[in-house]
């Protein structure tokens, strides 16, 4: 079935760095959205992608609809300490059906 | 507007009862999914309901079911349940606009704990 690729894992980066995240699939997607996940709450949408190449901004975050439609990557720029919590990342294809990544985990050093 | 919002937001139940978990999506959309969501599988899609009808789903026993009524609210059931059975349940709405790709909101879930 279809499976998304999602790295890093983890990052524990200072407070002011930026940060990267992908996800690469074997599979099309036609959206890609990001989400942001806090303890005890549910996956909150930071952005959505609709088109291969798409380049969306949401203030500090940036991410990017590949131009394979097999790859999206999000960056945070200039961290800071809220912007702690787990990243997922999603691709919806042709099935309906919405698939995940495994998440990214960042913490923020202050 | 409000958000998805998902009743009850904590559970506790014994191996073998049922539960019953709500769902009432975002004002106006018509599309509901449910995930289950635990530390070593992740995100999993369990089904998505469109207009009262199941349109797709994913791959779950015949325990895991689930309906939607006219007013787009939505209910999720687990029967016979078991310790793995322990997740985070999270319920997604969505407006589902023809020939319009659809992003999918998400409610705060429902923490589900099989002793």
């Known amino acids: 079935g279809q499976q998304l690729n999602q790295s890093p894992q983890s990052m524990f980066i200072q407070e002011g760095e930026d940060v990267s995240m992908n996800c690469t699939s074997s599979?099309?997607?036609?959206?890609w959205l990001w989400y942001k996940q806090e303890p005890g709450e549910g996956p909150v949408l930071l952005i959505a992608?609709?088109?291969?190449?798409e380049l969306t901004s949401n203030g500090r975050l940036t991410a990017q609809f590949g131009i394979t439609r097999k790859d999206s990557f999000l960056n945070i720029s200039a961290s800071i300490p809220s912007d702690v919590g787990i990243y997922f990342c999603?691709?919806?294809?042709?099935?309906?059906?919405?698939?995940f990544g495994q998440g990214t985990t960042l913490q923020v050093k202050p | 507007k409000a958000g998805v919002t998902q009743t009850p937001r904590y559970l506790i139940k014994t191996r073998g009862q049922q539960v019953t978990l709500s769902c009432s999506p975002i004002?106006?959309?018509?599309?509901v999914s449910w995930y289950q969501q635990t530390p070593g599988q992740g995100l999993q899609f369990l089904f998505e309901?469109?207009?009262?009808?199941?349109?797709n789903k994913g791959n779950f026993p015949g325990r895991f079911s689930g309906r939607q009524f006219s007013n787009s609210r939505s209910e999720m059931n687990v029967s016979t349940l078991e310790l793995g059975d322990s997740a985070l349940y999270l319920c997604?709405?969505?407006?589902?606009?023809?020939?319009?790709?659809?992003?999918?909101?998400f409610g705060p879930g429902t923490r589900l704990t099989v002793l």
């Open positions: 997604a709405s969505s407006v589902n606009r023809v020939g319009k790709s659809d992003t999918q909101y």
């Open positions: 599979s099309i997607f036609n959206t």
């Open positions: 992608l609709y088109k291969a190449g």
């Open positions: 999603a691709g919806l294809g042709n099935t309906g059906k919405l698939i």
């Open positions: 004002s106006g959309h018509r599309s």
């Open positions: 309901y469109f207009s009262e009808t199941q349109r």
